[in-house]
């Protein structure tokens, strides 16, 4: 059972409204679809991977939620605009579009070449733009609607991701901003998620396991809570941002990273040096340190 997977809910408070998240099939991804179809959703899992959007889709129908996957080439001029579309006639609304797809791969300054940068701006944020655009025309038709973007805390810090994906991230929060903006007169309210140090479900094994304690120790002592994210922090986010106590809050960039970016670097190597001991860690752990709390993290952390 992934994180995330629960019974739904007795309110079903999204009973009825019709949802839609790009890169959907696994992930944030899918911890944020499953969230919806718990609360009774009818949830599009909007995905190029059709072996997982596949699995997905079986799965969520198989629990008694609703949900269909779209197989969607986020890459392909104007398939973001038909995505909208084709679920607008298949359920003649459109409610909420979290904007999650990413692409691209880790590449450094040198590295970065125009067919990675044009895959990597192109998913993350020319189709969420177009996405968003059609979707704002859809939902202005059903008494407005909610769009969450799902940046990264690589928007506002550097990190080891691709330059691509920096600049894409950073691009999303004055996207959301511009949205928020001009959709509001249509009863569109549009924010943004930054996660920082998210854990994905199918690696939360190893990242408790004995041979990573060390830096599981060294990550879990750099977030003032104590503890990393889980992917169902991500999804528990978007539905509050998604919800009617939420009716009030558009435009905004919402950090989802238990506190880690709040701190001020060299206190808190300063902090780790005098407290090392008491961890049974060394002074050449340091390196760890710097990872985390620079958000570079190993792959299998999102960030």
């Known amino acids: 059972m992934q994180e995330g997977k629960r019974s739904r809910g007795t309110d079903d408070r999204f009973s009825g409204k019709v949802v839609a998240v790009t890169g959907g099939a696994v992930g944030i991804g899918w911890s944020i679809a499953r969230a919806f179809a718990d609360e009774g959703a009818f949830v599009f899992i909007c995905d190029v991977n059709e072996v997982e959007g596949k699995r997905t889709e079986a799965e969520f129908c198989r629990d008694r939620l609703h949900a269909k996957y779209l197989c969607v080439d986020l890459m392909e001029k104007g398939a973001p605009q038909t995505m909208i579309r084709r679920i607008f006639e298949s359920q003649a609304r459109l409610d909420i579009l979290i904007n999650n797809a990413r692409a691209g791969r880790r590449t450094n300054l040198f590295d970065e070449a125009e067919d990675t940068w044009e895959e990597a701006i192109t998913v993350m944020l020319r189709a969420a733009f177009f996405a968003s655009q059609e979707a704002i025309h859809v939902m202005a038709q059903n008494d407005g609607g909610t769009i969450v973007n799902i940046s990264s805390i690589a928007a506002v810090e550097t990190c080891h991701e691709s330059p691509a994906y920096h600049i894409a991230k ?24 930054l996660p920082g140090f998210i854990v994905k479900d199918k690696d939360r094994a190893y990242y408790h396991s004995d041979d990573n304690q060390r830096y599981r120790m060294i990550a879990e002592f750099c977030h003032p809570l104590g503890q990393v994210g889980r992917c169902s922090d991500v999804a528990n986010a978007v539905l509050f941002l998604c919800s009617p106590e939420a009716s009030f809050i558009s435009g905004q960039c919402l950090m989802v990273d238990g506190g880690l970016s709040i701190q001020e670097q060299s206190g808190l190597v300063f902090r780790f040096d005098r407290e090392r001991h008491s961890l049974g860690l060394s002074f050449f752990d340091i390196q760890s340190l710097f990872q985390v709390i620079s958000v570079n993290t190993v792959p299998i952390f999102h960030l």
């Open 170 to 193: 950073a691009g999303l929060l004055q996207m959301t901003r511009y949205l928020a903006a001009h959709s509001g007169i249509y009863g569109v309210r549009v924010n943004a998620l």
